[in-house]
T-cell receptor
Framework: GAVVSQHPSRVICKSGTSVKIECRSL??????MFWYRQFPKQSLMLMAT?????????EQGVEKDKFLINHASLTLSTLTVTSAHPEDSSFYIC??????????FGSGTRLTVV | SQELEQSPQSLIVQEGKNLTINCTSS?????LYWYKQKYGEGLIFLMM?????EEKSHEKITAKLDEKKQQSSLHITASQPSHAGIYLC????????????FGDGTTLTVKP
């Protein structure tokens, strides 16, 4: 089936630094990818929709300048958490629509800001 | 926005027992997905339902979507420890195709 590779799986960064998370579709082209955030024991919350070649669409309440999304190719979308703070610590997951396979999710990135 | 209510929030069953998890939407569903997740890991796609009354099975897991397309159930027969995890239902409305919302999840523990 369709595979979405997400990297890194875990990252620890210092407060005030930026962190980039990559999401790649390995065997299909993804014109649209989705970024989610998940807090412990809570469901996934959609942050933004990433569109290849155009600006991302952010959900209400998500800071565009803090969570920068770039979708420069049909197989790669990146999420950059800028000037990270401890409250940004969370689990981030990307997904893409893989045709008949429906949604395919990355394995997630656990971000810890210290 | 599409709101999904999932129940129960957690479930502990003895190995070999059957169980059911429910997912109810406040709006008509365009597509309903079931996923399994171990917290801190990615989601594993289980099944997708789109038609009213549709039922799909995979191994010992059966998912159904009601005729009105507002409620789905996930049924596990003869549960095993390998079934343990978090089960999430996800859905998209026809007005926001491609954008999923999720239920809060059901944490399943299977006691050997």
């Amino acid at each position: 089936g369709a595979v979405v590779s997400q990297h890194p799986s875990r990252v620890i960064c210092k407060s005030g630094t930026s962190v980039k998370i990559e999401c790649r579709s390995l065997d299909f082209q993804a014109t649209t990818m989705f970024w989610y955030r998940q807090f412990p024991k809570q469901s996934l919350m959609l942050m933004a929709t990433s569109n290849e070649g155009s600006k991302a669409t952010y959900e209400q309440g998500v800071e565009k300048d803090k969570f920068l999304i770039n979708h420069a190719s049909l197989t790669l979308s990146t999420l950059t958490v800028t000037s990270a703070h401890p409250e940004d610590s969370s689990f981030y997951i990307c997904s893409a629509i893989a045709g008949a396979d429906g949604y395919t999710f990355g394995s997630g990135t656990r971000l810890t800001v210290v | 926005s599409q709101e999904l209510e999932q129940s129960p929030q957690s479930l502990i069953v003895q190995e070999g027992k059957n169980l059911t998890i429910n997912c109810t939407s406040s709006k008509t569903l365009y597509g309903l997905y079931w996923y399994k997740q171990k917290y801190g890991e990615g989601l594993i796609f289980l099944m997708m339902l789109q038609k009213g009354g549709e039922e799909k099975s995979h191994e010992k897991i059966t998912a159904k979507l009601d005729e009105k397309k507002q409620q789905s159930s996930l049924h596990i027969t003869a549960s095993q420890p390998s079934h343990a995890g978090i089960y999430l239902c996800g859905a998209e409305s026809n007005t926001n195709a491609g954008k999923s919302t999720f239920g809060d999840g059901t944490t399943l523990t299977v006691k050997p």
